[in-house]
């Protein structure tokens, strides 16, 4: 394990995007948070419109962030000490995305591990591109929400 002042360090020096990432841990903590204490109901509220599916297209610009969105989330739900699946990295890319006006969906899907058991999983789409949580193949799509 790195020093933790080597790792600040290395942040601060060449991480472009640290308000990004910063953003991205405020709000993997915070859903991670919600997901374990809220009920599930009025987690839903909070995924923007229920059955909705944004705009198939978008410009190149959006998906230039939706990319850097994608990328940071992922780099730091890898590195985060809670756990950072799915749900919430999905829920996150989806928040960073709506405060730029960037419209997305979310997927919630079931699908069978190797094992035959039941696994739940979520994924992000911005137009055409899956931001987080892959494609969705392998599951069938329970519900979806807008924003």
């Known amino acids: 394990?790195?020093?933790?002042?080597t790792r600040v360090y290395r942040f601060f020096r060449y991480n472009n995007d640290k308000w990004l990432s910063l953003q991205c841990w405020y709000y993997s903590a915070?859903?991670?948070?919600?997901?374990?204490h809220m009920n599930t109901e009025k987690l839903k509220?909070?995924?923007?419109?229920?059955g909705?599916?944004?705009?198939?297209?978008?410009t190149e610009e959006?998906?230039?962030y939706a990319w850097k969105v994608s990328y940071n989330v992922s780099q730091v739900c890898g590195k985060t000490s809670w756990e950072s699946k799915c749900l919430v990295r999905a829920w996150?890319?989806?928040?960073l995305l709506a405060k730029k006006g960037i419209h997305s969906?979310?997927?919630?899907?079931?699908?069978?591990d190797q094992d035959k058991k039941m696994v739940a999983h979520s994924w992000l789409r911005?137009?055409?591109?899956?931001?987080t949580g892959g494609n969705g193949e392998g599951y069938a799509m329970v519900d979806k929400f807008s924003k």
């Open 1 to 5: 394990m790195r020093n933790p002042f």
């Open 52 to 58: 909705v599916e944004s705009p198939a297209t978008d």
């Open 92 to 95: 996150t890319a989806q928040t």
């Open 105 to 112: 969906t979310l997927y919630l899907g079931c699908g069978y």
């Open 45 to 50: 509220d909070n995924w923007g419109e229920r």
């Open 62 to 64: 959006h998906y230039t």
């Open 30 to 36: 915070v859903y991670r948070f919600k997901i374990l």
């Open 126 to 131: 911005c137009g055409e591109k899956y931001i």
